[in-house]
């Protein structure tokens, strides 16, 4: 698409229209694409600012880092902030502040989660841990579970210690699914701690977890 036509189409009534036009972007050098991007970061669709903040992953400067924030912290949209978080994240290691940043202070669960699985790609063990120990106290149980299997990541990182500890506490857990993900992470360790914890388990009353222990031990 011509970019006279990109700007013509970004500011028709239908929606649809705006958004092709913000796919056509990716086409352009981010000094022509990320000044038209921004330009709809107020945009009254929560559907445009999803793909402006998708857009501004694949145009990355100082501008479009600096916008992604500010959809981040402000979007009064879950489904946009944790796009924009997303695409923080193709930043690198310079995003890993700010997304630690916002998992504490945005509490939605889709923020939360995307955040943690952009850190599990990022080659931060202690950031890494750090936000899995406050997402086992959250609310959302998807978010509980998440930071358990991401704990399991960190079984050969100089964390390891500290990641099976929080693991180990939740071994008698309540609920069946959290015992089913502790398995599942317990599975990552070598240490005896974790090998006994997986016999216990192996015990469970409850015999989904009993088969998340067997899994890998079952012939195929």
Known sequence: ??????????????????????????????EVAVPLLTSKLHDSEFLVRSFVARGLGSQQSAESFAALIQIMKFDDTPNVRAEA??????????????????????????VRRTIL??????????????????????EDFTV??????????????????????????LVNDESWRM???????LKRFDQPEAKAALNQLRQDKDHRVVGATLEDLLPR
């Open 179 to 185: 015992r089913v993900r502790v398995a599942y992470a």
């Open 1 to 30: 698409m011509e970019i006279d036509k990109i700007k013509v189409e970004l500011n028709n009534p239908d929606f649809q229209y705006r958004l092709k036009a913000i796919a056509a972007l990716k086409n352009y050098e981010s």
């Open 144 to 169: 509980q579970e998440s930071s358990v299997d991401a704990l399991g990541l960190l079984a050969n990182s100089n964390l390891h210690v500290q990641a099976l500890s929080q693991i180990l506490n």
């Open 117 to 138: 699985a952009a850190l599990v790609e990022m080659d931060c063990p202690e950031e890494l841990f750090d936000i899995c120990v406050q997402g086992l106290k959250d």
């Open 85 to 110: 978080a997303n695409s923080l994240s193709l930043f690198g290691r310079i995003a890993v502040s700010h997304l630690v940043l916002t998992y504490y202070q945005d509490d939605h669960w889709l």
